[in-house]
T-cell receptor
Framework: AQKITQTQPGMFVQEKEAVTLDCTYD???????LFWYKQPSSGEMIFLIY??????QNATEGRYSLNFQKARKSANLVISASQLGDSAMYFC?????????????FGKGITLSVRP | GAGVSQSPSNKVTEKGKDVELRCDPI?????LYWYRQSLGQGLEFLIY????????KSGLPSDRFSAERTGGSVSTLTIQRTQQEDSAVYLC?????????????FGPGTRLTVT
């Protein structure tokens, strides 16, 4: 089974509206972390938000929030008040285990296009 | 401060040649990672260095791939006898080990094209 699943092939949203990007994960570890990265057409990977498996509250960072449903193993990214600059690829990733540093496993990504 | 830097930004090589890709991590970051991104795909883990520990090489696709990290800082990824399927963007990332959530900071990547 894939560890990170992002099944939405492409998403469109009207400027100023909210959009949810889906991510489901698979792990047998009790301790893990979930990340979302943004990759604009320029190719850089930009860290957006993090959710730890033991965090009781959903993470928020400005216009980004993470809808973490542990029992369903989902970690959806919500972008509020979309802006044209939000058009990019979005990747969900997971770090397994309690160690501070280990590899990330990435999903295949979702393309988001924001319409004016 | 300075971010992760990679060189070259683009590399075109002929099939069968060896290539070296360089990564300069953020100063003070003890962990360094190499990933590969094929066109339109997610990132594929290659190798990870943490301080003086033995590297995690579990993602290297074949023995043609190797990497080293000198002095706990700069890293070089070497691909020997390149094949066309090696064409991809090679991304390097680094992360601190002293504060959560230890997010990885990525460099701009090296786009490798094997002709």
């Amino acid at each position: 089974a894939q560890k990170i699943t992002q099944t939405q092939p492409g998403m469109f949203v009207q400027e100023k509206e909210a959009v949810t990007l889906d991510c489901t994960y698979d792990t047998s570890d009790q301790s893990y972390g979930l990340f979302w990265y943004k990759q604009p057409s320029s190719g850089e990977m930009i860290f957006l938000i993090y959710q730890g498996s033991y965090d009781e509250q959903n993470a928020t960072e400005g216009r980004y929030s993470l809808n973490f449903q542990k029992a369903r193993k989902s970690a959806n990214l919500v972008i509020s008040a979309s802006q044209l600059g939000d058009s990019a690829m979005y990747f969900c990733a997971m770090r397994e285990g309690a160690g501070a540093n280990s590899k990330l496993t990435f999903g295949k990504g979702i393309t988001l296009s924001v319409r004016p | 401060g300075a971010g992760v830097s990679q060189s070259p930004s683009n590399k075109v090589t002929e099939k069968g040649k060896d290539v070296e890709l360089r990564c300069d991590p953020i100063s003070g970051h003890t962990a360094l990672y190499w990933y590969r991104q094929s066109l339109g795909q997610g990132l594929e883990f290659l190798i990870y260095f943490q301080g003086n520990s033995a590297p995690d090489k579990s993602g290297l696709p074949s023995d043609r791939f190797s990497a080293e990290r000198t002095g706990g800082s700069v890293s070089t990824l070497t691909i020997q006898r390149t094949q066309q399927e090696d064409s991809a963007v090679y991304l390097c990332a680094s992360s601190p080990s002293s504060y959560a959530p230890y997010e990885q900071y990525f460099g701009p990547g090296t786009r490798l094209t094997v002709t």
